[in-house]
């Protein structure tokens, strides 16, 4: 894996959340997309950190579940933790 191979994939992980982060639904025909690009994305992560790479969000990605999610329930921006993780300093 070449440095600039993982330029790509974190310049791809940069657009997947770009999408995660919009304020509306994707279009059904937005979603198969989307995935393939998290594909994308997904296997150069894997090829560079191997297993020990894979954290919760990245296997959700992943493993398709976030597009299941996105499908099943539409826009997943209002469903975000970042507050409530916020709150984990604090404590």
Same mark, same amino acid.
């Given at each position: 894996?070449?440095?600039?191979?993982?330029?790509?994939?974190?310049?791809?992980?940069?657009?997947?959340?770009?999408?995660?982060?919009?304020?509306?639904?994707?279009?059904?025909?937005?979603?198969?997309?989307?995935?393939?690009?998290?594909?994308? =994305? =997904?296997?150069?992560?894997?090829?560079?950190?191997?297993?020990?790479?894979?954290?919760?969000?990245?296997?959700?990605?992943?493993?398709?579940?976030?597009?299941?999610?996105?499908?099943?329930?539409?826009?997943?921006?209002?469903?975000?933790?970042?507050?409530?993780?916020?709150?984990?300093?604090?404590?």
């Amino acid at each position: 894996m070449t440095r600039s191979q993982l330029i790509i994939g974190l310049a791809k992980y940069k657009t997947v959340l770009q999408l995660l982060y919009l304020h509306r639904e994707l279009m059904d025909e937005e979603i198969d997309p989307f995935q393939y690009l998290v594909d994308e =994305f =997904f296997g150069i992560w894997i090829d560079v950190f191997v297993e020990e790479g894979v954290t919760n969000y990245i296997h959700m990605l992943g493993s398709g579940h976030i597009s299941y999610f996105r499908k099943k329930y539409g826009c997943l921006y209002l469903y975000l933790q970042q507050g409530w993780e916020a709150l984990d300093s604090k404590i």
